[in-house]
T-cell receptor
Framework: GAGVSQSPRYKVAKRGQDVALRCDPI?????LFWYQQALGQGPEFLTY????????KSGLPSDRFFAERPEGSVSTLKIQRTQQEDSAVYLC????????????FGPGTRLTVT | GDSVTQMEGPVTLSEEAFLTINCTYT??????LFWYVQYPGEGLQLLLK?????DKGSNKGFEATYRKETTSFHLEKGSVQVSDSAVYFC???????????FGAGTRLTVKP
């Protein structure tokens, strides 16, 4: 079956531009996670959804970051007024109740802010 | 808070050599432990997992044993191949957090 997909795979933005990153989780997966992975580092948690409810956004680094999952499937991570320090790979992961804690990751979106 | 510390890389081995990548963790409660692998140009893939103490996770010749007494989950493989070249991440998930906590990753290069 299809895995987690993300688009675009690569995004170059000028500083100050807004960007929107899309995640399509595995069909039927209740939980959806966004992570930020800086070069040479492990992924760092940004936010978590259960269905359409955003239950944890403690990892969002500033109020310029916003995520939504309005119908409990596709999710969008939006970054407003991008800064150079936002350059990273943004990973989306999903999981189901049946796979205890196991998360399935998408290929990521590499964002470069110039 | 919960955290994972893994062996710094990069690690370079010859084909058929023995591999160990160390991973230790700090967590309250009883976390589940994971190893993820990231091949060049690809996303993170689950390699193996263990959900309770003394469990051994295994896949593709890789093994790791959940050791509560030493809070460790070291990754081992008896004979590496060139195709094992990738970045390996140790991770934990506890009931106290919604997210997965990852180590910094260890880059493995296997030379023919």
């Amino acid at each position: 079956g299809a895995g987690v997909s993300q688009s675009p795979r690569y995004k170059v933005a000028k500083r100050g531009q807004d960007v929107a990153l899309r995640c399509d989780p595995i069909s039927g997966h209740v939980s959806l996670f966004w992570y930020q992975q800086a070069l040479g580092q492990g992924p760092e948690f940004l936010t978590y959804f259960q269905n359409e409810a955003q239950l944890d956004k403690s990892g969002l680094p500033s109020d310029r970051f916003f995520a939504e999952r309005p119908e409990g499937s596709v999710s969008t991570l939006k970054i407003q007024r991008t800064q150079q320090e936002d350059s990273a790979v943004y990973l989306c992961a999903s999981s189901s109740r049946d796979t205890r804690y196991e998360q399935y990751f998408g290929p990521g979106t590499r964002l470069t802010v110039t | 808070g919960d955290s994972v510390t893994q062996m710094e890389g990069p690690v370079t081995l010859s084909e058929e050599a023995f591999l160990t990548i160390n991973c230790t963790y700090t967590a309250t409660g009883y976390p589940s432990l994971f190893w993820y692998v990231q091949y060049p140009g690809e996303g993170l893939q689950l390699l193996l997992k263990a959900t309770k103490a003394d469990d051994k996770g295994s896949n593709k010749g890789f093994e790791a044993t959940y050791r509560k007494e030493t809070t460790s989950f070291h990754l081992e493989k008896g004979s590496v191949q060139v195709s094992d070249s990738a970045v390996y991440f140790c991770a934990l998930k506890s009931g106290n957090n919604n997210d997965m906590r990852f180590g910094a990753g260890t880059r493995l290069t296997v030379k023919p």
